[in-house]
């Protein structure tokens, strides 16, 4: 059975940190892609960033320099490193992993940025 464990979100003040992890099994996890995904209030589920098999990394113009996008094919796991993060960061983020046409997701936590 395949499972993507995501780490606790939770709330954070602005220009605060949080260090997001994903832990997966039932997978070959050095064969995915691994991304992560947010989905705001009122808004369209979107990608945030994510990392290739080979460790290239893309994120999007939003998150550029605050967030990063990390992986660690030994532990099965991805992470996202967020700073400075500002309340328009506030959202359900999810992991996902992809291989070609298949697709697993995480359970997706809340991530709060208020004072």
């Known amino acids: 059975q395949v499972q993507l464990v995501e780490s606790e979100g939770g709330l954070v003040q602005p220009g605060g940190s949080l260090r997001r992890s994903c832990a997966a099994c039932?997978?070959?996890?050095?064969?995915?892609?691994m991304a992560w995904y947010r989905q705001a209030p009122g808004k369209q589920h979107a990608l945030v960033a994510d990392?290739?098999?080979?460790?290239?990394?893309n994120d999007v113009d939003s998150v550029k320099g605050r967030f990063t996008i990390s992986r660690d094919n030994a532990k099965s796991t991805v992470y996202l490193q967020m700073n400075s993060l500002k309340p328009e960061d506030t959202a359900v983020y999810f992991c996902?992993?992809?291989?070609?046409?298949?697709?697993?997701w995480g359970q997706g936590t809340q991530v709060t940025v208020s004072s």
């Open positions: 996902n992993s992809n291989l070609r046409a298949t697709d697993y």
């Open positions: 039932g997978i070959m996890f050095s064969w995915y892609t």
């Open positions: 990392i290739t098999t080979g460790g290239r990394t």
